[in-house]
């Protein structure tokens, strides 16, 4: 029964993680196609760079399963390493987040998301023994302020958010005590709040979250045209392609809003049924933890699936102004090649971890002595 659940996990993540990139695929073509004519004349521009990153993904996320996860939690500090010192490149080339390569760019925030929780599951996993000194945690605070410095100088809030609150969580996971945690959280939102008051364009952020109405024609309109598109939608949404607010009336609609487009064109029953998809991602993610003795390997899909259910709730709440607006992307539905290629490789560790478990499990049944009646 314990190995049927396994597997039943293994096939939940994949199943879901493949549904939510075909439904992602849809709507970056839908959600783009006006912004690709404007660009190039070609209502298929940015589809057609979706669809290089997704070959690219699916290769990483295919190299990554083949790939023993003991190899990766040794070489963890070297993987954040190497994102980190990519991090600042942007602003040497004259860019603020992103790397040309070619036709395409890249973005280091979307990958130093990811490698720093591979880098927070191998090193809480050594500090086991001292969880409870405070000492412990000075290390990785380090990389999470210096990670918060570097991205300020990009103006990218949102990625800070969601490391934050996944630095917490696997710090939860860890054992860290709770006084501890709660000095960081405090800290963390005296964090945000001065990163919010030092910056006047912040400000009025927040003063258009609260009355969005008092600008309809300035920083209120993509809220309220945010809110139309999902309000028109209805329970059952105008139809695949049928959305008007991304005709260039909602900015942003195929990266920042596009839950916004799901809502208006497959309505309630849309949006709900991604919602129900990123569940299964993250609960089922989460539900490893259980199965597994290694700490490493529970705070790493903990982290993963964090991430998911960070990222999904932080833009639907933009989207639905239930949070002041920030550039947070939907995995697998905004358009991003790096953002994409992340969530992609990603889901391949999850998929990885759940395939170990699940072989874990077979090799003990296997290693149980038959009882014979002759």
């Not at 597997?7 to 970056?28: A, E, N, P, Q």
């Not at 939860?172 to 709660?182: D, E, M, P, Y």
């Not at 005709?247 to 195929?254: R, S």
Request: aromatic letters at 14%; one cysteine or more.
């Amino acid at each position: 029964m314990l190995l049927k659940k396994r597997f039943s996990l293994y096939f939940k993540i994949l199943i879901s993680g493949v549904m939510l990139i075909l439904m992602g695929s849809v709507f970056v073509l839908s959600s783009s196609s006006i912004y690709g004519i404007s660009r190039t004349g070609n209502p298929a521009y940015y589809f057609v760079k979706h669809l290089i990153w997704l070959i690219l993904g699916i290769i990483g996320a295919w190299l990554i399963n083949r790939t023993d996860i003991k190899s990766i939690e040794r070489h963890s500090f070297h993987i954040f390493l190497f994102s980190l010192i990519l991090l600042p490149l942007p602003r040497f080339f004259g860019e603020l987040r992103w790397i040309r390569l070619g036709p395409l760019s890249f973005q280091p925030a979307e990958l130093v998301k990811f490698t720093f929780v591979i880098y927070l599951a191998d090193y809480f996993k050594r500090k086991q023994i001292n969880i409870g000194n405070f000492k412990t945690l000075v290390v990785p605070l380090f990389f999470l302020f210096l990670i918060t410095g570097i991205l300020q100088t990009q103006k990218d809030i949102g990625t800070f958010v969601i490391v934050f609150f996944t630095f917490i969580l696997i710090t939860f996971l860890a054992g860290v005590r709770i006084k501890h945690i709660s000095l960081i959280v405090l800290s963390g939102i005296v964090l945000i709040c001065g990163l919010v008051i030092m910056f006047p364009y912040r400000m009025q952020r927040i003063k258009t979250y609260l009355n969005p109405s008092s600008d309809t024609q300035g920083r209120g309109y993509q809220t309220i045209q945010s809110l139309i598109a999902i309000g028109s939608g209805g329970l059952t949404g105008k139809g695949l392609g049928a959305g008007e607010r991304k005709l260039k009336f909602l900015p942003e609609a195929h990266k920042d809003y596009v839950y916004a487009v799901v809502g208006e064109e497959l309505g309630f029953a849309g949006t709900f049924f991604i919602l129900f998809l990123f569940g299964i991602l993250v609960f089922s993610s989460f539900a490893i933890i259980d199965l597994t003795t290694d700490p490493y390997l529970k705070f790493l899909t903990a982290g993963i699936g964090g991430l998911f259910g960070f990222q999904f709730l932080l833009h639907a709440c933009v989207v639905l102004n239930l949070v002041p607006a920030k550039g947070t992307t939907l995995p697998f539905f905004s358009v991003g090649g790096s953002s994409f290629l992340i969530n992609i490789l990603a889901l391949g560790v999850l998929l990885n971890i759940a395939k170990k478990v699940c072989l874990e499990e077979s090799i003990e049944i296997s290693e149980i002595p038959s009882l014979s009646l002759r």
